[in-house]
């Protein structure tokens, strides 16, 4: 199998694309569909949860997470892989229940604002 560069996915990015990205067979052995934040709409948002099948998840840093006081989904991770969770969010405005994919894409959009604060999220989400 050929893998790309990382210059091309940045270019699939660019064009707007999502990518497949494959982890290690040694760990879960799966491929997560990754699109940049920025890029993020409900029809990216509703394809991800239609075929991919799994969690929605936004990689954040440990300082952004402390910026929006989100705090370890338990205090003693005990999962097989070690996963990082902080607790599920959701978008405080212009949002309904947090599912549907326009209230996805609006809490994505939230955890890359760097304007946004603790206040414009709703625990748990």
């Known amino acids: 199998m050929e893998f790309s560069r990382i210059e091309e996915i940045l270019e699939e990015f660019k064009k707007g694309r999502m990518v497949i990205v494959l982890d ?10 990754i699109a ?9 948002v509703n394809f991800m949860a239609k075929y991919g099948r799994g969690l929605i998840c936004v990689p954040i840093t440990l300082r952004r997470a402390k910026q929006l006081g989100l705090e370890p989904m338990v205090e003693e991770n005990t999962s097989l892989k070690g996963t990082p969770y902080t607790i599920s969010v959701d978008a405080r405005h ?5 599912i549907s ?25």
């Open 24 to 33: 290690d067979k040694e760990r879960e052995n799966e491929g997560d569909l």
């Open 101 to 125: 994919a326009f209230d996805r894409a609006e809490t994505i959009k939230v955890l890359v604002d760097t304007k946004a604060k603790k206040e414009d999220l709703a625990r748990p989400g």
């Open 94 to 98: 212009n949002t309904s229940t947090g």
């Open 36 to 44: 940049p934040a920025s890029l993020v709409t409900p029809q990216v």
